[in-house]
């Protein structure tokens, strides 16, 4: 257990699903990110969270959608997805700004199937 | 982001040493060295950070030289479980918009 916890840990949708994927720390972190690892590829990062605002959009297609009401939770809302996007999407999160705290403690991860 | 070079993959016995070196040569100067573990299906996992010399934790050492060019991640008396892919990362700690760039990592494969 690393203090960050994802739901639903598996998730098939069809194309036309909305649907969406939720993260919760309660570490006290500050920055929170979304990663998707599509079969035997390195992470791609998705969105990055710093003190509730968006950071870093990394040219991901609209279909996805990011919200950090605050900063323990975290959403990727899905919709009219790809069957390329079946992936694991994985949440992390840190604490930002001090020195050597750039450690990132992931979720477990939601393995996401579109058919 | 300092790119890092590592190799993709190394096969290991149980009860061995294992020494998986990265590159960083553009390292800038406010940078953190992180190594990752990942099992499949899994998150990665803090291993250990260091900033220079020798960091040691009751997993693994690195080794980072005085130039920090480089680092060595060593992981003591491996076992069957410790097969998983291993990323090293370098980073500013410092910044608020803080990313970290996971590279393809080195697949460890330990056999009995």
């Known amino acids: 257990e690393t203090g960050v916890t994802q739901t639903p840990r598996h998730l098939v949708m069809g194309m036309t699903n909305k649907k969406s994927l939720k993260c919760e720390q309660h570490l006290g972190h500050n920055a929170m990110y979304w990663y998707k690892q599509s079969a035997k590829k390195p992470l791609e990062l998705m969105f990055v969270y710093s003190l509730e605002e968006r950071v870093e959009n990394n040219s991901v297609p609209s279909r996805f959608s990011p919200e950090c009401p605050n900063s323990s939770h975290l959403f990727l809302h899905l919709h009219t997805l790809q069957p390329e996007d079946s992936a694991l999407y994985l949440c992390?999160?840190?604490?930002?700004?001090?020195?050597?705290?750039?450690?990132?403690?992931f979720g477990p991860g939601t393995r996401l199937t579109v058919l | 982001l300092a790119k890092t070079t590592q190799p993709i993959s190394m096969d290991s016995y149980e009860g061995q040493e294992v020494n998986i070196t990265c590159s960083h040569n553009n390292i800038a100067t406010n940078d953190y060295i992180t190594w990752y573990q990942q099992f499949p299906s899994q998150g990665p996992r803090f291993i250990i950070q260091?900033?220079?010399t020798k960091v040691t934790n009751e997993v693994a050492s690195l080794f980072i030289p005085a130039d920090r060019k480089s680092s060595t991640l060593s992981l003591p008396r491996v076992s069957l479980s410790d097969t998983a892919v291993y990323y090293c990362?370098?980073?500013?700690?410092?910044?608020?918009?803080?990313?970290?760039?996971f590279g393809a990592g080195t697949t460890v494969t330990v056999r009995a």
């Open positions: 992390a999160s840190r604490s930002s700004g001090r020195a050597g705290t750039d450690t990132q403690y």
């Open positions: 260091g900033y220079k």
């Open positions: 990362l370098v980073g500013d700690s410092f910044s608020n918009d803080y990313k970290l760039s």
